[in-house]
Nanobody, 122 residues
């Protein structure tokens, strides 16, 4: 599976951006992660394959929405009310199989996109 993330950019605090992740094949369990220099990659949001159950990090709950389009093999991350703390490189990832309740663990994902930069200015 090849993943292509796009949609990053620069926005002022309070603004919105939508990230998309296009998969070369089927989208399985999908996740969005982000990383800033010197920090570990952290979970942002995830969506399961079967029921499209969604999960969010506490820091983005209520502001971000993950969704998938099965027909287009894409997963999107709608980001609203952006804060400077959301500035990071965002990565999408895919996992064919996943241990229950582990959608937030980077170790579960075998496939990663190249990352797209989101910059939020105050």
């Amino acid at each position: 599976v090849q993943l292509q993330a796009y949609g990053g950019g620069s926005v002022q605090a309070g603004g919105s951006l939508t990230l998309s992740c296009a998969a070369s094949g089927r989208t399985w369990n999908m996740g969005w992660f982000r990383q800033t220099p010197g920090k570990e990659r952290e979970f942002v949001a995830g969506i399961t394959w079967g029921l499209s159950t969604t999960y969010y990090a506490d820091s983005v709950k209520g502001r971000f929405t993950i969704s998938r389009d099965f027909a287009r093999n894409t997963v999107s991350l709608q980001m609203n009310s952006l804060e400077p703390e959301d500035t990071a490189i965002y990565y999408c990832a895919a996992a064919r199989d996943m241990v229950a309740d582990s959608i937030s663990a980077t170790s579960q994902y075998a496939y990663w996109g190249q990352g797209t930069l989101v910059t939020v200015s105050s």
